[in-house]
C-alpha cells in the first residue's frame, strides 16, 4: 500500500562511505501525493543520471533501516527538517519515510508506515495518543519519548522536572484555580506584589498560563518604574509583545508566577542533538520592546553563542530528564547564573548550515549505533578529529577600541524641594519603629501605602493643635500645613501631575535624633524639650522632565557613533553577506554599535543611582544607544541595574563629611560679609584662580548686596504670580509639565520665605535651588513673559557658580578629600573595568564556528555607563584634575585640558566623562604601549544664554584617528557593516568629507573656534539630527591658543555635538526647546593603562580613611562576584565570572538588590526617587 514515491532504492556497496545518492521516501497511496516542494528541491540530487548508471549494476544487500517521521505536515515538511533529512539519506544503510498527515489523522495506526526508528513529536494538533499507541505496536526506536511529551505541553510538569534533576530555575509558584469557583483560590494580590499560596513575589513578576501551548506570558512592573505590564504573545509580523498600562493580574485560569530575571534584553535558545550536543542562539528578548528584529529574508534574527561548561551541563541534563534527543529550552543570563525558563521538546535551529550537518551526522550514527547491530550492517563509529575553533587576529596598526566607560549626569529635571522639621510625636515613633528605622537609624519612605500613613498622621496632628497653644505650635502647623499639602498634591491631581509614578516624586525620610536638634540660640532654650526626636525631611520634585528624556535619547543616538563604524556610509554596495545588512540596522549613524550589540560582540551594563530622573535617564539614554522603541519602563526594569550601594553611585546628602560642613561653614562666613570682595577673599574663595570663579566674584562684587538683589528680584517675581493668578483669564493656565500657577507660586514663596532667614541673614544653601527654579523657569516658563528674569537668572547663577562648585572643597586638598568621599568606590569599579577588558568573562560571546556574515566573531567590546548626579560628576572631575593623574607642568596637553576645565562654569544636565581603551595588536601583550587610554569630557546640556562666553576646548581628537595618515587605505565606512576590519576606528571621517592634508607632527590638537552655525562646518554625511559637527577647514599651524601656546593642526574628526533642533517630538508640551549637549572635548589622548590604573591606585589609596570605608564596601568584589539587577530579589549570589556585590558584609544579602516596593522601606530606594545612586551587585 505504502510504495516508495518515483525514487528508486539505490543501494551501496557493503562498507561504501555515505552515498551520494540520498534516498527519500515518502509513504503515500498515489503519486499526486507525493513530496511537494521537498521533492522540488531534491530532484537535481536524486536522479543524476551518473549516478543511476553507477548502481545498475549493484544488487540488494543488507536491508535498509527505515527511520519515520511521523509529525504534521507544516513541521514534516519545514526547510530545517528536509536540510537534516536530505543528509540523513547520504547514509548508507538509513532510508526515510514521512508519514503523510492524512494518514496520521485518519487511518488507524496499524495502517501507518513501518519503520525500525521513529522520529515523532507533538505540535498543534497532533494526535499524540495514537504515535503512543504506533510506537506501542511496533516498538521502533524512538528519538524523542512519546509520553513525556504529555508532561511538556504542562509547564507545572517542566518545572518539576526541572526542579527534580537540580536545573536552576526562577523561583515560581503555581495557582490552580477550578473554573467553577475562579475566585476561590490562594492569592493577594498587593499594588506592588502577588502573595501566592504563602509565597511573595514582588513586582516585576511573570505571570505564565501553566498550559505550555499558551503563549500569552504577562510581566508586570512596579509602580517605581512605571507600573503596567508587557504581554508577550507568540509572534504577529515584526510584534512579540506589547506594553500595556493595566497593572493587576488576570482573574480567571491557571498560572505560574515566577520572579523576574534581569537579563540585559537577552535571551539564550539551547537546541540539543543528543546529550553531548547544544547549539544556543542569542536573540532580543521579546519583553524589551517587542518588536522583532528582522534580516532581508524577513526571518528573525539571531547569533548564535558559546556555552559555558555549566550551561553544557544543563542541556545535557534536561536532555536526559526529558528523554528527548532533539529538544529546545530558553536560558536566562542573569546575575552571574543561567536559569531554564521553558522547554519546548523537539525544535530546530533555522538557517544555519553547519547545524544541519552537525545534526544529521549526530542522528545517523546514533541509529547505527542502535540498529546496525541487529541488523547485522558493519559499521563502526567514524572518529573526527574535533573543529578547531578559529580565532581571528588582528591585522594593519590601528588600534582596536576595547572598551568605553562612561560616567554620565542625569537630564533636564524639574525643580527640587524640601522642607525639615523635628516631630516628636508617639505616631512617628511607631512608624519609625515599624518600619525598621532604628535598624539603622535612619527611614526613607516613599512607597504610597507608607506615604498615606505620614499624611494621615499629619492631618490628626493638625486636628490636635487647632485645640491648643503653645510656642512652637504656629512653626509647626504651617510645616504640618505644608506636610500634608505636598501629600495630597498627587491624589487630588491628574496622573501627569508630577509623572504617574506614584511615589516617584515624593519622598519622606526620617532620622533618628537621641538628643533633638542641637538649640539654635539662647532664646529657643526654653522652648526646647528634652529626649530624641525624628528629624523628619519631606523632599519633592526633582523629576525627569520630558525635555530631559530627549536629551538623553539623543545623546544615546550620538554616543553610536564612537563605536567602529560610528557613520553609516552607503551601506548598499559591496554585496555583504550578512543577514543584519539589509535589516533594520543598515544605513544609518551608529551602525557598527548597533551591528556589535546585535551579534552580541558588546558586553554592556548600565547602572543607575536610585533616584528616578537617574534611573529614567539611562532608560531613555539606552533607548536611543540601542534602537529600541516604545515606553521606557520595560527598558528601564532589563537594561538598567540599579547601585545604591554604598554610594558606588549613590551618596546621602543629608550626612555630609566634617570637611564639607566645614567648607559650607566657610563658604557662609565669607558670602556674609557686607563688602566687596577683597583681594584676600580672592584668595579665600578661588585659591585655585578659576577663571569662571574670578568672573563670577566680579559679576557679583558685592554678596549681600546681591542677595538683597536677588531676595527682591524673588519678591518680585511671587507678587506678578500672584496678579495673574487673580486674573480669571490665566488662573487656571497650564504650565510646562502640567505645572500649575498655584504650584510655581507654592515654589517661590517657599524660597522667598526660606533664603532669608529670621535673623536678617541669607541662608547662601538656598542659592542652588533659587538658580535651579529660575533656570527652569527661563526655559520652561518663558511664555509667561514675568519681568525681570533674566536679571535674575544672571545674578543667581553668578552665585550658584561660585556655591555649588565650592560647597566639593574651596583649596585642591579639601576638593580631593570631599571628591574620595563622594567616589572612591566608583573609581575602584572604573579600574576594575579598565583592567577586566583584557580578560575573558561570561558574558555572551559570538560563536565563531556558527556566525554567518560576521568575519570579525573574535571582537569584543566592553561597555559600562554609569548615571548620576551632580555630586559625583563634580568628585569624579576635581578626581582627574587634583588627584595628579599627570603634571600640568610638563604635558603641554593636560595644561590646555585644565585650563578648558577651569573655564566650564557649569556641569549641566546631561556632563558625560568618557574613559576610551584601545588595544594595539601589534605591540607586546606586556609592553606599556599594548593599552591606550583616552580621556573625553563635555559640560552636558547648553545654558540659556551661553552661547557667546563658551569656554572652547580642543575637539574630539581620539588617537586612533591619528593612524589615518600612516594608513594607506582605510577602506570605506562599511568597515564595520560588513566586519571586514578589526581597525576600529572609533570615528571615522564620512566618505563625502574630503580629509585634511595637513599632518600632525605630534599629538596635541587643533583648536576648533568655529562657531556651532559657521559656514565652514560641513554637515554633509550628517543625520537630520545633526550628530555631528565636522570642519573641513581648519586653521593654520600656528594660531596661538588662549594661553599663547602653539597648537598643531590635526586631521579633523568628527565634533560629537548633539542638537535636538529638529528632532520630531520636540514640539511637545507647548514652547519648552529642548537645549542641545556640547560635544565631547577631548582632555587626553595618549595616556597608557599603566598610567591610568597606577593613578586610581594612589587616588583610591591617599586617604586612608576613605581606603578603609572603600575596602569594606568592597570587600566582596574580589571573592564573590554577581550582579542583580535593580529588580531581582532573592538572588543567589554567583560565583562565576561577573563582577562583585558592592555592599559591607555587614548588610544582609539583599540590601541594595531590591526596589523598596520588594522590601521594608529601610531597604535601598526603589528605582525611580530623587537621590544619587543606583542598587545593585553586578555582573562585570
Not at 81 to 97: A, G, P
Amino acid at each position: 500500500m505504502f510504495e516508495p514515491c518515483k525514487a528508486p532504492r539505490p543501494v551501496g556497496k557493503r562498507g561504501q562511505s555515505p552515498k551520494k545518492v540520498p534516498r527519500f521516501v515518502v509513504g503515500c497511496e498515489d503519486d499526486e501525493q507525493n513530496m511537494g516542494q521537498m521533492e522540488a528541491g531534491m530532484k537535481k540530487e536524486m536522479f543524476r543520471e551518473e549516478d543511476m548508471e553507477d548502481d545498475e549494476d549493484q544488487l540488494p544487500s543488507e536491508r535498509q533501516i527505515v527511520v519515520g517521521i511521523c509529525s504534521m505536515t507544516k513541521k514534516s515538511k519545514s526547510k530545517p527538517m528536509t536540510q537534516i533529512l536530505e543528509r540523513l539519506c547520504k547514509f548508507d544503510y538509513i532510508d526515510v519515510v514521512i508519514f503523510p498527515e492524512e494518514v496520521i489523522l485518519e487511518e488507524p495506526v496499524e495502517k501507518w508506515p513501518l519503520c525500525d526508528c521513529l522520529i515523532s513529536f507533538h505540535s498543534k494538533g497532533f494526535p499524540l495518543d495514537k504515535a503512543v499507541e504506533y510506537a506501542r505496536l511496533r516498538n521502533p526506536l524512538l528519538i524523542n519519548d512519546l509520553n513525556m511529551q504529555y508532561f511538556i505541553q504542562d509547564r507545572r510538569e517542566v518545572y518539576r522536572i526541572l526542579q527534580e534533576e537540580g536545573i536552576d530555575l526562577p523561583r515560581y509558584a503555581v495557582l490552580n484555580r477550578d473554573p467553577g469557583n475562579p475566585d476561590e483560590c490562594n492569592l493577594v494580590e498587593g499594588e506592588d506584589h502577588v502573595e501566592v499560596n504563602g509565597e511573595v513575589f514582588p513586582k516585576p513578576f511573570v505571570e505564565k498560563p501553566v498550559s505550555a501551548e499558551d503563549h500569552n506570558v504577562y510581566i508586570y512592573y512596579p509602580t517605581s518604574a512605571g507600573g503596567g505590564s508587557q504581554r508577550l504573545f507568540r509572534k504577529i509580523g515584526s510584534r512579540s509583545s506589547v506594553y500595556s498600562p493595566e497593572s493587576s493580574i488576570r482573574k480567571t485560569g491557571a498560572y505560574i508566577y515566577e520572579e523576574f530575571m534581569p537579563t540585559d534584553g537577552t535571551d539564550v535558545k539551547v537546541y540539543t542533538v543528543g546529550p553531548d550536543y547544544a547549539h544556543a542562539e542569542a536573540r532580543k528578548s521579546p519583553a524589551l520592546d517587542g518588536k522583532v528584529e528582522r534580516d532581508s529574508e524577513g526571518k528573525e534574527i539571531r547569533y548564535p553563542v558559546m556555552l559555558t561548561a555549566m550551561e553544557k551541563l544543563v542541556a545535557r541534563k534536561v536532555c536526559l530528564a526529558f528523554k528527548q534527543t532533539v529538544c529546545g529550552f530558553d536560558l536566562l543570563r542573569a546575575n552571574g547564573h543561567s536559569y531554564v525558563c521553558d522547554v519546548n521538546g523537539f525544535s530546530f535551529v533555522k538557517n544555519s548550515m553547519k547545524y544541519y550537518d552537525d545534526c544529521a551526522k549526530i542522528l545517523g550514527n546514533m541509529i547505527m549505533r542502535e540498529l546496525a547491530p541487529q541488523f547485522h550492517i558493519p559499521w563502526s563509529i567514524p572518529t573526527e578529529a574535533e573543529d578547531i575553533p578559529i580565532v581571528p587576529t588582528t591585522s594593519g596598526t590601528m588600534m582596536e577600541l576595547r572598551c568605553v566607560i562612561a560616567i554620565i549626569r542625569h537630564g533636564d529635571r524639574t525643580p527640587k524641594q524640601k522642607m525639615k522639621m523635628e516631630v516628636r510625636h508617639p505616631l512617628f515613633f511607631e512608624l519609625f519603629e515599624r518600619y525598621g528605622g532604628y535598624k539603622t537609624g535612619k527611614l526613607k519612605l516613599k512607597k504610597p501605602k507608607q506615604l498615606q500613613e505620614v499624611l494621615d498622621i499629619a492631618r490628626l496632628l493638625l486636628v490636635e493643635l487647632g485645640q491648643h497653644n503653645d510656642c512652637e505650635i504656629e512653626e509647626k502647623k504651617s510645616k504640618l500645613e505644608q506636610l500634608k499639602t505636598v501629600l495630597e498634591m498627587e491624589s487630588s491631581l491628574n496622573d501627569n501631575q508630577y509623572g504617574h509614578f506614584s511615589g516617584i516624586n515624593r519622598k519622606v525620610q526620617l532620622t533618628y535624633l537621641r538628643n533633638g536638634t542641637p538649640k539654635a540660640s539662647s532664646e529657643e532654650e526654653d522652648c526646647k524639650k528634652e529626649g530624641p526626636s525624628l528629624l523628619l525631611v519631606l523632599k519633592w520634585g526633582g523629576e525627569l522632565t520630558p525635555a530631559g528624556r530627549v536629551q538623553a535619547e539623543e545623546l544615546g543616538r550620538a554616543f553610536r557613533c564612537m563605536y567602529p563604524g560610528g557613520q553609516a556610509g552607503n551601506r548598499r554596495s559591496l554585496g555583504c553577506e550578512s543577514p543584519i545588512d539589509f535589516g533594520d540596522y543598515a544605513g544609518f549613524p551608529g551602525c557598527g554599535l548597533l551591528r556589535l550589540h546585535s551579534t552580541y560582540r558588546h558586553d554592556l551594563k548600565i547602572y543607575a543611582s536610585d533616584e528616578g530622573r537617574v534611573q529614567m535617564t539611562a532608560a531613555a539614554f539606552a533607548k536611543g544607544l540601542l534602537a529600541l522603541e516604545g515606553e521606557l519602563t520595560p527598558i528601564l526594569v532589563q537594561m538598567v541595574k540599579s547601585a545604591n550601594m554604598n554610594g558606588l553611585l549613590d551618596s546621602d546628602s543629608d550626612s555630609l563629611t566634617d570637611c564639607q560642613q566645614k567648607v559650607k561653614a566657610r563658604l557662609h562666613e565669607i558670602m556674609q560679609k557686607d563688602q566687596e570682595f577683597t583681594q584676600e577673599d580672592y584668595q579665600k574663595l578661588a585659591p585655585t584662580g578659576s577663571p569662571s570663579l574670578v568672573n563670577s566674584m566680579k559679576v557679583i562684587e558685592n554678596p549681600v548686596k546681591t542677595c538683597d538683589k536677588v531676595y527682591t528680584l524673588i519678591q518680585n517675581l511671587t507678587s506678578q504670580i500672584r496678579k495673574r493668578l487673580e486674573d480669571p483669564k490665566s488662573a487656571d493656565l497650564q504650565l510646562y509639565h502640567s505645572e500649575t500657577l498655584e504650584l510655581m507660586l507654592q515654589r517661590w514663596s517657599k524660597l522667598e520665605r526660606d533664603f532669608h532667614m529670621k535673623n536678617g541673614r541669607y541662608d547662601i544653601s538656598k542659592i542652588p535651588d533659587i538658580y535651579d527654579c529660575i533656570k527652569y523657569d527661563s526655559q520652561h516658563n518663558a511664555s509667561l513673559g514675568l519681568e525681570d528674569t533674566l536679571e535674575l537668572f544672571r545674578l543667581s547663577r553668578a552665585l550658584a557658580d561660585i556655591i555649588i562648585p565650592q560647597e566639593y572643597g574651596i583649596s585642591k586638598a579639601e576638593k580631593l578629600d570631599i571628591a574620595q568621599a563622594y567616589c572612591v568606590p566608583l573609581m575602584k569599579k572604573i579600574q576594575l573595568d579598565l583592567q577586566r577588558t583584557h580578560e575573558d568573562e561570561a558574558v555572551n560571546k559570538l560563536h565563531p564556528l556558527y556566525s554567518r556574515g560576521v568575519m570579525s566573531p573574535g571582537r569584543h567590546v566592553r561597555t559600562r555607563l554609569y548615571f548620576t548626579s551632580e555630586s559625583h560628576v563634580h568628585s569624579l572631575l576635581s578626581m582627574f584634575r587634583y588627584g595628579g593623574l599627570l603634571n600640568e607642568e610638563k604635558d603641554q596637553q593636560w595644561n590646555q585640558a585644565m585650563e578648558y576645565l577651569s573655564a566650564v562654569t557649569e556641569l549641566n544636565y546631561m556632563t558625560q566623562i568618557v574613559i576610551m581603551l584601545y588595544e594595539d595588536n601589534n605591540k607586546d601583550p606586556s609592553s606599556e604601549e599594548r593599552f591606550h587610554v583616552e580621556l573625553h569630557f563635555s559640560p552636558g546640556v547648553k545654558g540659556c544664554e551661553d552661547e557667546e562666553n563658551v569656554p572652547l576646548g580642543f575637539g574630539f581628537r581620539p588617537a586612533s584617528s591619528e593612524n589615518e595618515d600612516k594608513k594607506p587605505n582605510q577602506g570605506s565606512l562599511e568597515d564595520l557593516s560588513q566586519d571586514q576590519t578589526d581597525q576600529a576606528l572609533p570615528v571615522s571621517e564620512p566618505i563625502n568629507i574630503r580629509k585634511s592634508p595637513m599632518i600632525r607632527s605630534r599629538k596635541t590638537g587643533s583648536m576648533e573656534v568655529l562657531s556651532e552655525t559657521s559656514p565652514t562646518h560641513s554637515s554633509k554625511g550628517c543625520t537630520s539630527h545633526r550628530l555631528f559637527q565636522s570642519s573641513t577647514s581648519r586653521q593654520s599651524p600656528d594660531i596661538k591658543a588662549a594661553g599663547g601656546l602653539e597648537l598643531f593642526s590635526m586631521p579633523t574628526v568628527k565634533r560629537f555635538s548633539v542638537s535636538f533642533a529638529r528632532h520630531p517630538t520636540n514640539g511637545f508640551e507647548g514652547c519648552s526647546m529642548v537645549p542641545s549637549i556640547y560635544p565631547l572635548e577631548t582632555l587626553h589622548n595618549s595616556l597608557s593603562l599603566k598610567q591610568v590604573d597606577e593613578f586610581l591606585n594612589s587616588v583610591c589609596e591617599s586617604s586612608s580613611e576613605a581606603h578603609a570605608k572603600t575596602m569594606k564596601a568592597l570587600s566582596g568584589l574580589f571573592d564573590s562576584q554577581s550582579q542583580t539587577s535593580l529588580y531581582s530579589p532573592h538572588q543567589p549570589l554567583s560565583s562565576s565570572g561577573s563582577e562583585a556585590s558592592l555592599r559591607p558584609l555587614s548588610q544582609p544579602l539583599w540590601h541594595g538588590s531590591i526596589p523598596s516596593s520588594a522590601v521594608s522601606s529601610a531597604g535601598p530606594s526603589s528605582p525611580t526617587t530623587e537621590s544619587t545612586g543606583v542598587n545593585f551587585s553586578f555582573s562585570e
